[in-house]
Structures are given as structure tokens and as C-alpha cells.
């Protein structure tokens, strides 16, 4: 898989983060191309498999091939090859962003909204603490960078619930009041990374863009509107690309929740 194919498969299946390569700076667009490539075959791997064993075992093999970049052992796998040559000596790192998938091989519905933001604090967030690196990110944006990736991860994940409550990944009972749960679990990490945005350099913004209407949406949920409010909450082609469109105009990552 070359550059262009890590591209081609993320403009198909991960249109937002495809956007993200486009604004990030252009030397950090290999590494960024695929760490999301790799994110892409990662989400998939649990689900591939009807039998958790399988699953897992298909899991254990992207953390063990990650792992052996470390070892000098050259690697001629489509994904591997080219992240191996962008990340370099980092690479065998990125095997943390997989053990992250691992509570996806159980094949088993999150049982409260504490599960929710440890599983979003395990996956999420070690991603974009990546891609920021890939950005030179500075040692004291860290925090804000993780808050504002666990605000973002959560949000993206309630988006997704009616998706994973179809493949058995979602919640074992999706009520209104744990999804409100989540919800001002995410605000209130926004919050925080707002309130230390200054300490986060220009240049790591592409990675911290959050969805398009995000502010809405969370108030939406965080109100009790419930599974309701996810599924009334999606929005055109025409304005996420706007989304982008100002965002790349503005570089304003961070957001401002309203209760």
C-alpha cells in the first residue's frame, strides 16, 4: 500500500481524517496517512471475525507485526512498509493505538458510560496524541491535546452508536440518561481543552478538529434527547466540506459547549 493508496482508502472510508491530512503540513501527511490507514485496518479487524478467538487473534497480529518494526526485520506488508518508513524508530510505538482494539474483539455492548470513556481514553486518545506528534508537538499541549481528543472521541462515538449497536459494540442498554452521561463527559473535556488552548501551537490544529456541529449535537444528547437525538443529528456533505472549507481558513480547533 503506497501513500496514495493509504490516501484512496481514507477519502472512502474516513473522509474527515483524509481532510485533516490535506491541512496538516505537508512533510507530516506521510506519517499522518498512515497512522489513520493503520487506524482504518484496525477498527476493522475485530469485526472481521464472528468468533471473538478469531477476532482477537487477528488483533494480536497487527500488535505483533508492530512490534517487530523494532526489531530491524524488514517488512514488504502493504500498510507496515510504508508506515515503517515514515514513522522510523516511533513505529513499534503505534502498537498502543492497537491494544486499544482489544476490548472490540470481545464482541461485547459497553456496559455503562464510565466503560464508554475508558474505552474512548484507550483508542481515541493515544491516536491523536500521534498525529500531533507527527506534528511536533510541544510537551506541555499534551494536555489540552488529550482533553480535546477525549471531547471529540466521545462525540464521534455517540454519533456512531447506532452503527456499533448493530454489530454489538454499542451500549447493553442505551438510555437517555447514560448517553447524557457521555455527553458531559465530552463537554466538559472540550472545556478543559479550551481553556488551554493557547499552550497548543497552530500547526497541531488539523488533528484536533472536531465534527461538524458538535456544539448542537452534545447539547442535544446531554438534554436527554437519547438515541433520538443521534439519529436526527447528521449532517450534508455540503456542510462538513464547508466545515473543513472554514476551518481551513480559521485554524479555531476548539469549542465552547453550551449547557
Not at 199 to 205: C, D, E, G, L, Y
Amino acid at each position: 500500500m503506497t501513500l496514495e493508496h493509504c490516501a484512496e482508502a481514507l477519502r472512502d472510508h474516513d473522509p474527515d481524517r483524509f481532510g485533516i491530512c490535506l491541512l496538516a503540513a505537508p512533510e507530516a501527511r506521510a506519517k499522518l496517512l498512515t497512522l489513520y490507514a493503520l487506524n482504518l485496518e484496525l477498527a476493522r479487524a475485530p469485526l472481521a471475525a464472528n468468533e471473538p478467538m478469531l477476532a482477537e487473534m487477528r488483533l494480536q497480529w497487527w500488535i505483533d507485526e508492530l512490534r517487530a518494526l523494532g526489531t530491524g526485520r524488514a517488512t514488504t506488508h502493504e500498510l507496515l512498509a510504508p508506515l515503517a518508513e515514515a514513522w522510523g524508530e516511533r513505529a513499534p510505538a503505534l502498537a498502543a493505538v492497537a491494544e486499544g482494539r482489544r476490548r472490540d474483539a470481545d464482541h461485547e455492548p459497553h456496559a455503562d458510560a464510565d466503560a464508554v470513556i475508558a474505552y474512548v481514553g484507550a483508542t481515541a486518545v493515544p491516536l491523536t496524541l500521534f498525529a500531533a506528534e507527527a506534528l511536533d508537538m510541544p510537551f506541555d499541549a499534551a494536555g489540552p491535546v488529550s482533553a480535546q481528543a477525549e471531547g471529540v472521541g466521545l462525540a464521534n462515538w455517540l454519533a456512531a452508536l447506532p452503527a456499533l449497536q448493530s454489530v454489538g459494540l454499542g451500549l447493553a442498554l442505551p438510555d437517555p440518561a447514560v448517553l447524557a452521561t457521555i455527553a458531559k463527559a465530552a463537554q466538559d473535556a472540550l472545556a478543559s481543552a479550551a481553556a488551554r488552548r493557547h499552550s497548543v501551537p497552530r500547526r497541531i490544529a488539523p488533528v484536533l478538529k472536531p465534527r461538524t456541529g458538535i456544539v448542537d449535537f452534545l447539547s442535544r444528547v446531554a438534554k436527554g434527547g437519547g438515541i433520538d437525538a443521534i439519529n436526527t443529528s447528521n449532517y450534508s456533505e455540503f456542510r462538513r466540506r464547508l466545515g473543513f472549507g472554514l476551518f481551513a481558513l480559521n485554524g479555531r480547533w476548539w469549542v465552547k459547549p453550551r449547557r
